[in-house]
């Protein structure tokens, strides 16, 4: 081939002309387009537009408080000094929770709020690629040993109202990240409770005492299986225990929780 019609074809290559420099124009714009899905371009905190990847603010990262060193073995409470990594705190001694382990991945102060209200009342998708890497982190042991995710519900008038479920979507961004399945219909909110919100944790357990239930035809996939639920505030523990109740009630082998958040001191916070 002459000099001039390489040359040519390099040039046109360079400017995307030819099939390679196509397909790499193509396979550029895609990238770019999953890179906006994954990485959104406003802040997950504050919604303002950011630029380059990460989600957040660069400045605001440590305003996050991501759940680190040791926890309580069972519901996954932080404590302020060296313990062993089975040990218990004294709430889960005096009174086990129905279910097994509980993490989480942030604790919920104004960063972490900020985001799980953009998620829950706007509507936001785009943050659940990095909130389900994070869950699935800050879930690792649990999630090694389970079989099935079950987001807790909505009462079908919230559903409605709301047209999407969070703890749904944050069960599937998971699911993507680790591989384990996700069990829509599990459970079901029978009560359609008042907002938790503003209520002691007495109240939170009795504003939930009988709102959930197994259904007939999700007892076969249950029975005898590693369930993890996934919410995406753990604030007292008051709903997760009364999912728990019922899904051990059905036969679950073991019931773990994992949500994006959790308030700390839960079981004494009225929020
Ligand atoms: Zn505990």
Excluded at 124 to 151: F, I, K, Q
Aim: charged share 25%; glycine share 10%; hydrophobic share 45%.
């Amino acid at each position: 081939m002459a000099k001039s019609s390489r040359l040519h074809i390099a040039e046109a290559a360079s400017e995307g002309h030819s099939p390679r420099g196509r397909r790499s124009t193509v396979i550029a714009a895609a990238a770019a387009h999953l890179a906006r899905v994954i990485w959104p371009r406003r802040s997950l905190i504050t919604g303002e537009a950011i630029a380059g990847p990460g989600g957040i603010e660069p400045d605001l990262w440590p305003s996050l408080d991501f759940v680190r060193g040791p926890i309580c073995a069972r519901c996954g409470e932080p404590f302020e000094i060296d313990v062993d990594r089975d040990q218990v705190c004294g709430d889960c001694l005096v009174t086990p929770p129905a279910y097994d382990r509980a993490r989480a991945a942030l604790l919920y102060g104004d960063a972490a709020r900020a985001m799980v209200l953009a998620l829950k009342r706007q509507g936001r998708r785009d943050g659940l690629a990095l909130m389900g890497s994070w869950m699935a982190h800050a879930g690792e042991a649990v999630l090694a040993e389970a079989d099935v995710l079950v987001p807790v519900p909505l009462h079908r008038f919230r559903m409605a109202q709301r047209g999407f479920n969070q703890s749904v979507w944050l069960a599937a961004a998971l699911s993507r990240r680790c591989g384990v399945r996700v069990c829509l219909d599990a459970l079901v909110r029978r009560r359609s409770t008042p907002s938790q919100a503003g209520l002691t944790a007495d109240g939170r357990r009795r504003n939930v005492q009988g709102a959930f239930t197994v259904q007939k035809g999700a007892v076969s996939r249950i029975a005898g299986r590693s369930v993890v639920l996934v919410d995406d505030v753990l604030t007292t523990g008051a709903t997760v225990e009364a999912c728990a109740r019922v899904l051990k009630r059905s036969g679950a082998a073991r019931v773990d929780v994992l949500t994006l958040a959790r308030v700390a001191g839960a079981g004494t916070h009225p929020i």
